[in-house]
């Protein structure tokens, strides 16, 4: 996705396996970059509250760093739907799945998609220096 995730890299490893929404959000709660296979059913004032709320919690979320740890992950289970959070840098990736299949094993993939597409732009920006 923008903001040194590719977006490309994500959609092949990530939205193949029930996962219908991927989003990069700011620290403002504004969506920058998404991919998504079935969309969100929201209005698009929902959509905008939904985007800040999860903005939001990841910033509330780092206010207990110091005691608990660095958040890796937060996973919302609904009825319809898995929402997982994950920080990147000062922004929040969101991914909407749903909720068939092995939870932990399906995070560990978009963990491990997250750091291959990372590693890869790492690799071109050193590229880019020569």
């Given at each position: 996705?923008?903001?040194?995730?590719?977006?490309?890299?994500?959609d092949e490893s990530v939205l193949g396996d029930g996962i219908d929404f991927v989003g990069l959000v700011t620290k403002s709660g504004h969506?920058?970059?998404?991919?998504?296979?079935?969309?969100?059913?929201l209005s698009k004032?929902?959509?905008?509250?939904?985007?800040?709320?999860?903005?939001?919690?990841?910033?509330?979320?780092?206010?207990?760093?110091?005691?608990?740890?660095q958040?890796?992950?937060?996973?919302?289970?609904?009825?319809?739907?898995?929402?997982?959070?994950?920080?990147?840098e000062s922004d929040t990736l969101i991914f909407v799945m749903n909720n068939e299949g092995e939870l932990l094993s399906r995070v560990k993939r978009v963990l491990e998609a997250i750091?291959?597409?990372?590693?890869?732009?790492?690799r071109q920006d050193r590229r880019d220096l020569t």
């Amino acid at each position: 996705m923008s903001q040194n995730i590719e977006a490309l890299h994500l959609d092949e490893s990530v939205l193949g396996d029930g996962i219908d929404f991927v989003g990069l959000v700011t620290k403002s709660g504004h969506l920058v970059d998404c991919n998504n296979r079935n969309g969100l059913n929201l209005s698009k004032e929902q959509k905008e509250m939904f985007f800040m709320h999860c903005s939001l919690q990841q910033r509330m979320n780092q206010d207990y760093d110091d005691d608990f740890g660095q958040v890796k992950y937060l996973i919302t289970e609904r009825e319809n739907n898995r929402i997982i959070t994950i920080p990147h840098e000062s922004d929040t990736l969101i991914f909407v799945m749903n909720n068939e299949g092995e939870l932990l094993s399906r995070v560990k993939r978009v963990l491990e998609a997250i750091r291959h597409a990372k590693s890869l732009k790492t690799r071109q920006d050193r590229r880019d220096l020569t």
